[in-house]
């Protein structure tokens, strides 16, 4: 009974679907991401390079080659087996049905500290429709809920102003500045450290969003 708070391996809350949940681009859900994601993933990243490369990760080749959709099979095999081993959860933010960003929630930690971090990214298209903070809501109750977990840390780059919005209407607090944090862009960034625990949730994440108007039941 309860294995994974012992530190052993496992998944619990993995694979699951999530939502929906209604914002006023349309209905959002959360599922695991598939190996036939390939070409969307590669669409959707090569067309968003502009709003993605400031805060993400350093990678090695151009944005192009490291985006086609030859590149998925070998990272969906990695997200796969380590979604197994329960140290990461990947799931794709589906928009009424549809392929619209990714929500991942990684470096899970069992043990004492039942901690994991969460990052996202949505088609810059549907930009501003409250689908980030959507997504965050189910991911967070699920984290909370069926996955385990005590807490969540979020890092973002201070000029990165729309994810900062997305984590306070959430309810993530502020708890520092992590100097020259991260290797991002080919430069070491520093980057605001954002965490949530489960006390600090009211019910539920959803709930407490569509109290607040930012979202609907479906
Ligand atoms: N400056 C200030 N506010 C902005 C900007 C901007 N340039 N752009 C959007 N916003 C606001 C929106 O109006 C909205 O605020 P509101 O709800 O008060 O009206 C809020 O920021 C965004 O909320 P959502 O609509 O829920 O978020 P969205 O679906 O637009 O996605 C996201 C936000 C994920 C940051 C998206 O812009 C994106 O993918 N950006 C590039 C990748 C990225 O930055 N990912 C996050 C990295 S940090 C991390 O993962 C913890």
Known sequence: MFRWLSGATGSPGWPATLGPLGTSA??????????RDARTWSELR??????????EPTGVGSWAERHQPSSWPPLFAVL???AKRGTILPFVIELDGRYVGQLTVGNV??????????GYWVDEVHSGKGIATAAVALGVDHCFGPVGLHRLDATVQPANE??????????FRQEGLLVRYMDVNKRWRDHL????????????AVEAL?????ATFV
């Open 80 to 82: 796969k087996s380590e």
């Open 210 to 214: 569509v109290r607040s108007g930012r």
């Open 162 to 171: 729309a994810s900062q919005k997305v984590l306070k209407h959430i309810g």
């Open 193 to 204: 450290l954002f965490a949530l625990t489960a006390e600090e949730v009211v019910g539920s």
């Open 46 to 55: 090569i067309r968003n390079q502009n709003s993605l490369l400031p805060w």
């Open 109 to 118: 930690q069992r043990g004492a500290v039942r901690t994991a971090w969460i």
């Open 26 to 35: 349309g209905a959002v859900t959360l599922r695991p991401v598939k190996i």
